[in-house]
């Protein structure tokens, strides 16, 4: 009995800790490009930094065995630079909180879109109701964001949907082909450092070398190792020990601690209306969670 208190206990700690992680993310990602850094910058160190210690983990675990090329090349190619390119690119237009919105906040409703459109797999009465207020809530905070932040606020806004596109269908996959995660750090981090890189030094624009020594290790610390390495263990960890839905859950609180992070931090306002709508989306987030029994240790 206690050592199961005890794992639920780290289990919902490890939750809290990936909502503050991504929700920091978003504020790091958005202030990137007062650094100098270029896109293409941080995608690399997304995909090189990561791999230093990645490279090493793979060779040990061999997470390559049991996957097919087809495989393979799909999770690289969702989890690889277009998508990345298009989130990093989004924060050049959008509010840092919109990134929790518009990829965290619409992942249900684009779930049930490509679920059902793809794999019959439809939902229930429940989720279909969840999905509404979240679609009503998106398109509040997106005609919100317009008014208060930028008129091209949109532009970030369509940026994230797409990434939030290319993440549900990472996260359907991995679930129907049950991917470990040292299957989803060789195809996410590996195969793409190897495919981006050579690139990337090679034809891109870079600001790397007249960076600020303090903002360029902001990024890099953030960018290559935090959400990539470290959020992956904790959301296995938080799912094996206190269960899909109660993870998920607190997952969609991400938005509205991005939007408080995103005030306090970065002085980015927010109506009475964008609340009213941030709380409506919440709700939809929760109401649209599907319930799995908490895994026993």
């Given at each position: ?30 202030i ?5 850094l ?10 090189g ?7 090493p983990?793979?060779?040990y ?8 090329v ?15 390119l ?7 237009f ?21 679920g ?27 005609w ?8 091209n606020a ?43 890189l ?36 904790l ?11 109660n ?11 991005g ?12 109506s ?26």
């Amino acid at each position: 009995m206690a050592a199961r208190f005890s794992s639920q206990v780290t289990g919902f700690a490890a939750t809290w800790i990936i909502v503050f992680v991504w929700s920091f993310w978003l504020i790091v990602s958005r202030i990137a490009q007062d650094s100098g850094l270029t896109v293409f910058d941080l995608a690399a160190m997304r995909y090189g930094l990561a791999s230093i210690i990645a490279a090493p983990l793979c060779l040990y675990y061999k997470p390559w065995r049991g996957l097919s090329v087809l495989q393979i090349a799909v999770i690289s190619f969702i989890l690889g630079p277009v998508y990345i390119l298009c989130v990093f690119s989004a924060f050049l237009f959008a509010p840092a909180a919109h990134g929790g919105i518009f990829m965290n906040g619409v992942l249900p409703l684009v779930g049930i879109v490509i679920g059902l459109s793809l794999f019959r797999a439809t939902p229930s009465p429940r989720q279909l109701f969840g999905a509404a207020l979240i679609f009503v809530s998106a398109i509040g905070l997106a005609w919100d964001g317009s008014v208060i932040s930028s008129p091209n606020a949109w532009i970030g806004d369509l940026l994230f949907i797409i990434g939030a596109v290319f993440f549900s269908f990472y996260m359907i996959l991995s679930e129907r082909w049950q991917l470990k995660p040292m299957q989803i750090i060789f195809c996410g981090t590996i195969i793409n450092a190897i495919l981006y890189l050579p690139i990337w030094a090679l034809w891109l624009p870079s600001g790397l070398a007249d960076a600020p020594m303090g903002p360029l290790l902001l990024q890099a610390v953030y960018q290559g190792f935090v959400p990539n390495l470290i959020g992956l263990l904790l959301i296995a960890h938080a799912s094996r020990t206190i269960g899909n839905g109660n993870t998920s859950s607190i997952l969609a609180t991400v938005p509205g601690v991005g939007s408080l992070l995103g005030l306090l931090i970065l002085g980015e306002g927010i109506s009475l209306f964008g609340v009213l709508a941030l709380v409506t989306l919440t709700i939809g987030l929760l109401i649209s969670v599907r319930r799995k029994p908490v895994a026993q240790p």
